[in-house]
């Protein structure tokens, strides 16, 4: 058995914020492999349901971000789990939007959350960082992350977010890699997301638009305009010094 917890805060008015992704993440694997109905238990919802022939026990914490790792603790000890048997789908600012690594273990990187679940059941789980990407500024990230996605984000929220719910199965079997690559090739022009070759800019999708990246034109063109062509003078000392050092090419 091995539980799922996707972490997000409860409450409608913060579903659609980036804190909340893991959320999301969940809630479509629940959908695509017919979990059973969410429930309450362990100071969270839970659903039961398999993936890749494992049974799996999906975790939403609704104790807010701050303290999941009491919801997921009281689950992973109630089936005397360990941390091993823990896979968690959550935000992580400091990849492109549309970017996901999975790695087992490591810091919590300021995310509350993962924060919460080191204190309460330990480092070696399996951590789903599911890239929303950075505002640019620390000010900033308070704002960001309890923002809600941009409409312009959708281009790659949405099939992202089918594709964990479709390949979830992978991680079941501990198929990382595998999962990863499909996700990546879900992801519109299949670079890995908005932020990559291929992608959105970040500062783009944080203000819900932007201007649109010129193609072939480098970013330093973009920022820097073409000035208008200075038009050199045709009769006087000045034509008649640059006719000498370039020839009259009229």
């Given at each position: 058995?091995?539980?799922?917890?996707?972490?997000?805060?409860?409450?409608?008015?913060?579903?659609?914020?980036?804190?909340?992704?893991?959320?999301?993440?969940?809630?479509?694997?629940?959908?695509?492999?017919?979990?059973?109905?969410?429930?309450?238990?362990?100071?969270?919802?839970?659903?039961?349901?398999?993936l890749g022939?494992?049974?799996?026990?999906?975790?939403?914490?609704?104790?807010?971000?701050?303290?999941?790792?009491?919801?997921?603790?009281?689950?992973?000890?109630?089936?005397?789990?360990?941390?091993?048997?823990?896979?968690?789908?959550?935000?992580?600012?400091?990849?492109?939007?549309?970017?996901?690594?999975?790695?087992?273990?490591?810091?919590?990187?300021?995310?509350?959350?993962?924060?919460?679940?080191?204190?309460?059941?330990?480092?070696?789980?399996?951590?789903?960082?599911?890239?929303?990407?950075?505002?640019?500024?620390?000010?900033?990230?308070?704002?960001?992350?309890?923002?809600?996605?941009?409409?312009?984000?959708?281009?790659?929220?949405?099939p992202l977010?089918?594709?964990?719910?479709?390949?979830?199965?992978?991680?079941?079997?501990?198929?990382?890699?595998?999962?990863?690559?499909?996700?990546?090739?879900?992801?519109?022009?299949?670079?890995?997301?908005?932020?990559?070759?291929?992608?959105?800019?970040?500062?783009?999708?944080?203000?819900?638009?932007?201007?649109?990246?010129?193609?072939?034109?480098?970013?330093?063109?973009?920022?820097?305009?073409?000035?208008?062509?200075?038009?050199?003078?045709?009769?006087?000392?000045?034509?008649?010094?640059?006719?000498?050092?370039?020839?009259d090419k009229?």
């Amino acid at each position: 058995m091995l539980i799922f917890a996707g972490l997000g805060n409860p409450g409608a008015q913060y579903q659609n914020h980036r804190h909340n992704v893991g959320f999301m993440a969940a809630d479509a694997i629940a959908r695509r492999h017919s979990f059973s109905p969410w429930t309450k238990k362990f100071h969270g919802l839970i659903a039961e349901g398999t993936l890749g022939g494992e049974k799996i026990l999906l975790v939403k914490p609704q104790t807010f971000m701050n303290l999941s790792g009491q919801a997921v603790g009281e689950a992973m000890r109630f089936y005397k789990l360990t941390p091993a048997e823990v896979v968690v789908l959550y935000d992580e600012l400091d990849l492109a939007p549309g970017k996901v690594r999975v790695k087992v273990g490591g810091g919590a990187g300021g995310h509350n959350g993962i924060r919460s679940l080191d204190q309460h059941i330990g480092n070696p789980y399996k951590r789903v960082r599911i890239g929303i990407g950075h505002p640019g500024v620390k000010e900033l990230v308070h704002s960001y992350v309890l923002g809600d996605f941009a409409k312009a984000d959708r281009d790659w929220l949405e099939p992202l977010i089918d594709a964990i719910g479709e390949h979830a199965p992978l991680l079941a079997k501990g198929d990382d890699n595998g999962f990863m690559n499909k996700l990546t090739l879900a992801v519109p022009g299949g670079k890995g997301g908005v932020g990559e070759p291929g992608g959105t800019p970040p500062a783009a999708s944080a203000a819900g638009g932007g201007p649109a990246k010129t193609k072939g034109v480098s970013h330093i063109r973009q920022a820097r305009p073409q000035q208008p062509q200075v038009k050199l003078p045709e009769s006087g000392p000045m034509a008649a010094m640059l006719k000498k050092l370039f020839g009259d090419k009229s």
